[in-house]
């Protein structure tokens, strides 16, 4: 009874690559987000989606593209991958905005 | 833009008092939040300010005063489970969630 998840745990990959990363909540929660942490633990929105419409766009490269084909999932698809790409990258849920957000266990991503 | 600012290191003894202090400025705002992450784990939400005042949520408490845009996490009674990264979080203008750096909390015997 997982509120939210990730897959893959762990992703290791070659400069270049593509990859995606997916996320899925059972908590029934409008609202799904995508954060970037980097090695020095800085929390950074990438996107949201609320009700599978993107509302928030954080001045992410356009490699970058999330995808919420239903309201309980929300992917997140990386085209050519680059060395500082490299980070956790955590899923999130909540029900109303930045109170009581429900994070999924990250996704560890390593560029080589 | 947002940002915040509260310290990035504190160091305490089990069964002390301590407070994390968490300035900001953003352009709107629409509350203050704390979260907990342990290293390696996923931030776990504490609790939320919407209004200024103290909440209390067992060893926990948060107070925020909007018109000084401050807000400080009270963890009481300290254990070493509580060594940690401690978060606060607003949410501002559009509704953008903005996360401070973090304060390592250091709970030592």
């Known amino acids: 009874d997982t509120a939210v998840s990730q897959t893959p745990k762990y992703l290791v990959t070659q400069m270049g690559n593509d990859k995606s990363i997916k996320c899925e909540q059972n908590?029934?929660?409008?609202?799904m987000y995508w954060y970037k942490q980097d090695s020095k633990k800085f929390l950074k929105i990438m996107f949201s989606?609320?009700?599978?419409?993107?509302?928030i766009n954080e001045t992410v490269p356009n490699r970058f593209s999330p995808k919420s084909p239903d309201k309980a999932h929300l992917n997140l698809h990386i085209n050519s991958l680059e060395l500082g790409d490299s980070a956790v990258y955590f899923c999130?849920?909540?029900?109303?905005?930045?109170?009581?957000?429900?994070f999924g266990p990250g996704t560890r991503l390593t560029v080589l | 833009g947002q940002s915040l600012e509260q310290p990035s290191e504190v160091t305490a003894v089990e069964g002390a008092i301590v407070q994390i202090n968490c300035t900001y400025q953003t352009s709107g705002f629409y509350g203050l939040s704390w979260y907990q992450q342990h290293d390696g784990g996923a931030p776990t939400f504490l609790s939320y300010?919407?209004?200024?005042g103290l909440e209390e949520t067992g060893r926990f408490s948060s107070f925020l005063s909007r018109s000084d845009s401050y807000g400080y996490l009270l963890l009481q009674e300290l254990q070493m489970k509580d060594s940690a990264s401690y978060f606060c979080?607003?949410?501002?203008?559009?509704?953008?969630?903005?996360f401070g750096r973090g304060t390592s909390l250091i709970v030592h015997p």
């Open positions: 979080a607003v949410e501002g203008g559009s509704y953008i969630p903005t």
């Open positions: 989606y609320n009700n599978k419409e993107l509302i």
């Open positions: 908590l029934g929660h409008d609202t």
């Open positions: 999130a849920s909540s029900p109303q905005g930045i109170n009581e957000q429900f």
């Open positions: 300010n919407g209004l200024d």
